[in-house]
């Protein structure tokens, strides 16, 4: 029992170690998508709250590419020591649909840590285009096919495939471009380049505010109180169809639970700033789950069942 006693004593400083040894270091977080973005956004607003709470600087590292792939096959063979984490959107849910074969396992290579939460996505256009309502715009596209088109923040996005089936139901055909990131989308709209967009509230909701693009359809299930005057689909008479943009975070696979679970408290944390939340929710009309693994997890199932089907019925390919 005194042998036991003493080997106990013993490995504890050593346990002690191992939990308080994360993080030695700067902590990264990938974007896989270019700057100005949604999920940039999403990433800088949690970036100062997480270094002041983790005492190591926390930076955001944009690599984008391959409908997100490149940034989350990175951080798929990053060492998984807590150093490097993934903050990703809706298309990671799409990707082995829509790429066929990846250099990583989606659900295998990478654990997950926190959905954040998601926001509606919404077809907006520049504030003197000539349509008022989404009525409008699916009436320009009956009369003039591919004569209308729209920007997105990628091929293979939810944006993307709930317009391909919104479009579909309508009989009518757009010119669809994609966009390696959400702030160019939203930068050729508000440019009137492209005759319309469909991003996330999050991305276009301060831009509606501003005054510089008008908002024609909202994708959730009620409208937002930002957007109270603009219809969602069901009530613009396009049948039911609920499309959400969503970040979640996730880890290289075998990063310790105890580093993981400090990641999530931190995160947590910060998204639970006054400051912060209110930036998400209000300013951007996003809606904050903040659930951790357990609700991640069967929320990227559901995700990936749903989206996948349209992806391979349409014949969708990457950008």
């Known amino acids: 029992m005194l042998r036991r006693t003493l080997l106990a004593s013993l490995a504890l400083p050593a346990i002690a170690r191992a939990q308080t040894a994360w993080p030695n270091g700067p902590v990264r977080i990938v974007v896989p998508f270019g700057p100005g973005g949604s999920t940039d956004a999403v990433a800088r607003l949690a970036s100062s709250g997480m270094t002041a709470r983790l005492g190591v600087p926390v930076v955001v590292e944009n690599k984008s590419g391959a409908a997100g792939s490149l940034g989350a096959d990175l951080v798929a063979k990053a060492k998984p020591d807590g150093q490097t984490w993934l903050l990703t959107f809706d298309s990671h849910a799409t990707m082995p649909a829509l790429l066929g074969r990846l250099p990583f396992n989606l659900t295998g290579d990478l654990d997950p840590v926190m959905l954040i939460g998601g926001a509606p996505y919404v077809i907006a256009c520049k504030a003197d285009k000539p349509y008022r309502t989404a009525a409008d715009l699916i009436a320009a596209a009956k009369a003039k096919p591919d004569g209308v088109s729209y920007g997105s923040t990628g091929n293979g996005t939810v944006g993307h495939l709930a ?17 390696r990131s959400g702030g160019l989308a939203v930068n050729d709209a508000v440019a009137g380049h492209t005759d319309c967009m469909i991003g996330s509230a999050a991305l276009v909701a301060p831009h509606i505010a501003g ?16 957007l109270a005057q603009t219809q969602t689909v069901e009530e613009a008479g396009f049948g039911k169809l609920d499309a959400v943009a969503w970040w979640g975070v996730f880890a290289p696979h075998g990063t310790p639970a105890d580093v993981v679970a400090r990641m999530y408290a931190a995160l947590r944390e910060t998204f639970n700033e006054p400051r912060i939340r209110e930036q998400m929710e209000n300013t951007q009309q996003a809606k904050l789950d903040l659930g951790d693994a357990t609700v991640l997890r069967p929320f990227l199932d559901r995700q990936i069942e749903t989206w996948s089907k349209v992806v391979r019925d349409n014949n969708v390919k990457a950008d």
């Open 211 to 226: 005054g510089l693009l008008r908002p024609l359809l909202q994708f959730g299930t009620a409208r937002l109180p930002a």
């Open 163 to 179: 317009m391909i089936l919104l479009t579909g139901r309508q009989g009518v055909s757009m010119t669809h471009l994609p966009y």
